[in-house]
């Protein structure tokens, strides 16, 4: 039986997505839609609504249903566009599809955007609860942070203006897209027909989006600036000492940046990989496993390829792969400001001879946070 060819599509404009299946459904492609109301997860399909109760989030509910769904209309199409509700992490309904290995393609992960709203949605610090549309109780994701992780996933951007948007604001909108997805391709939404991907375009790479996304890996590089909107990389082999990172947090967060991720080294955390992530006001730094630079074999062999292709190519004899990348992205950055307020984190030369067992005494203000940091240096694993 041949596979069926499906869209996913998430954006947070209910009303684009209505016209997305108006469009698509004109042409002839089955359509299947879900939405997110208070504890109800509602999917329609082929006149007929079903009622999902969400007992603990939105994404449990929705990994649950996709593939006992998808697996039962598989033979009765070739193509589905899928609409996943305004908040959903387009990565992880991906990966809870591909998974259960049901007979579907996924051709093509898009997201529905408004160009002119996008610098502002970015930018801004609303929750989603603050909207009403959290996923479950503890749901503490912004706004921000939604929408930039599904123009991340995206390999299309179908976009729409409306007749009275700013056009400046518009043409913001789409170059922060650019820069946060290099590689998709975009399509104005009053164009699309039946959802066809370009001749020679690829299916959408599950694996490819997992390790662009996981810390440790190689960071997307950074497109051309396009008017205000720039990316930068921001790259040490030194570790961060970790009351000056702290004090470095505001300045680097009002340097302009609406988009940040990556991963970094603190020095009184010796064997812990941290993430950085930001997405307009909100900030995360959070363990993200341990270097490779300790790993004994069995988590050298666990580790993805790419993560150590990258250590490999970039090891260091005394310090392994443990090193700070973190990729920017904003609007009028302050390069040179931001870049300075980093510089100064990291350890002087003095602190770099002292010595990894004085760095793990050094006064850490993000235990509050992270925990306490007890794990000493361990054995150094030679690349």
Not at 118 to 125: K, N, P, S
Not at 322 to 333: A, K, S, V
Not at 368 to 380: D, F, I, M, Y
């Amino acid at each position: 039986m041949q596979d069926l060819h499906v869209t996913i599509a998430t954006g947070m404009a209910a009303d684009l997505a209505d016209l997305l299946c108006a469009r698509t459904r004109a042409f002839g492609v089955a359509v299947a839609r879900y939405r997110h109301r208070g504890d109800l997860l509602t999917r329609a399909y082929g006149g007929e609504q079903v009622h999902l109760r969400v007992v603990h989030c939105v994404s449990c509910t929705l990994r649950e249903d996709l593939p006992r769904f998808l697996s039962g209309v598989a033979g009765r199409h070739d193509r589905l566009l899928l609409i996943l509700p305004e908040i959903a992490d387009p990565l992880d309904a991906a990966t809870a599809i591909e998974t259960a290995d049901v007979g579907v393609r996924i051709d093509t992960v898009a997201m529905i955007a408004e160009p002119a709203a996008i610098a502002r949605e970015l930018g801004g610090g609303e929750s989603l609860a603050d909207r009403g549309m959290a996923g479950a109780p503890t749901d503490g994701r912004t706004v921000a942070s939604v929408l930039a992780r599904q123009a991340e996933t995206a390999d299309l951007f179908l976009t729409w203006v409306r007749p009275h948007a700013d056009p400046f604001e518009a043409a913001i909108g789409h170059s922060l897209l650019t820069h946060l997805s290099p590689w998709a391709w975009s399509l104005e939404l009053e164009a699309v027909t039946d959802l066809t991907a370009p001749t020679g375009k690829p299916a959408f790479d599950l694996n490819a989006v997992h390790e662009r996304m996981q810390p440790g890996g190689a960071l997307p590089g950074c497109p051309a600036p396009e008017g205000p909107v720039s990316t930068l990389i921001w790259r040490s082999r030194r570790p961060f000492h970790p009351e000056r990172l702290y004090a470095a947090l505001e300045p680097v967060m009002d340097s302009g940046i609406v988009r940040a991720r990556g991963h970094l080294w603190l020095a009184s955390r010796p064997l812990t990989l941290l993430s950085w992530e930001s997405a307009g006001e909100a900030l995360a730094i959070e363990p993200a496993g341990r270097w490779l630079h300790t790993a004994d074999p069995t988590t050298w062999r666990q580790a993805s390829p790419i993560r150590r292709t990258t250590a490999s190519l970039d090891w260091h004899p005394e310090h392994g792969d443990r090193r700070t990348e973190i990729r920017f992205t904003g609007i009028d950055i302050t390069a040179t400001e931001l870049r300075l307020a980093l510089d100064e984190a990291v350890l002087t030369d003095i602190e770099m001879t002292a010595g990894e067992h004085s760095w793990a005494r050094l006064p850490d203000p993000f235990t509050p946070w992270l925990g306490p940091a007890t794990a000493e240096p361990g054995t150094r694993r030679t690349a």
